[in-house]
């Protein structure tokens, strides 16, 4: 999990001590990069994927980065 969120597909949250908490979505989230490794996928297109399921994106530039993906 450590190698996945030093890539930045994995957003742990922490507490004061530093210690990682990890909860629901972050299994999903891991069991997901799972899927597409094992599909085949590299960690960039992986990153890619996991960008077009940010709201904060707007919908234009997720078709653009679809289409030239």
Do not use: V, W
Request: proline share 1%; with cysteine; aromatic share 10%.
């Amino acid at each position: 999990m450590r190698y996945y969120e030093k890539h930045g597909l994995l957003d742990i949250k922490r507490e004061n001590n530093r210690y990682r908490i990890y909860d629901d979505s972050d299994e999903q989230q891991l069991k997901l990069i799972l899927i597409m490794k094992y599909a085949g996928f590299t960690l960039k297109e992986i990153n890619e994927l996991l960008s077009l399921n940010d709201n904060s994106i707007p919908e234009q530039d997720c078709i653009e980065r679809t289409i030239c993906f």
